[in-house]
Nanobody
């Protein structure tokens, strides 16, 4: 499957952005979709992952309550709605996918995902 991330940009602290991740070449409903981010000088870190079927979404503590992951099955697209943005949210955001259900304990781990988008820059000014 191929992933194309978009929607990044420059926003003031307290603002909102919605990132999109368009998937092609696979059966979208069979993939876990996740978002990771990498700030300058730091390692890539987990942000959010959606569930399959009745599974709940998982969020990192740093974004819980502010970010929401969702998907539009008709458009084969996953989204990350980011509200109340902070300067520390500044990073390149990557979407990732893995076919089939991932055990709960592994869903926040980078190596669990086989497919990655190219990244989209989010910059939050103070």
């Amino acid at each position: 499957v191929q992933l194309q991330a978009s929607g990044g940009g420059l926003v003031q602290a307290g603002g909102s952005l919605r990132l999109s991740c368009a998937a092609s070449g696979g059966t979208f409903n069979m993939y876990h979709m996740a978002w990771f981010r990498q700030a300058p000088g730091k390692e890539r870190e987990f942000v959010a992952v959606d569930g399959l079927n009745a599974d709940r979404a998982i969020y990192s503590d740093s974004v819980k309550g502010r970010f929401t992951i969702s998907r539009d099955k008709a458009k084969n697209t996953a989204y990350l709605q980011m509200n109340s943005l902070k300067p520390e949210d500044t990073a390149v955001y990557y979407c990732a996918a893995r076919r089939g259900r991932i055990v709960l304990s592994a869903r926040t781990t980078e190596k669990s995902y086989d497919y990655w988008g190219q990244g989209t820059q989010v910059t939050v000014s103070s």
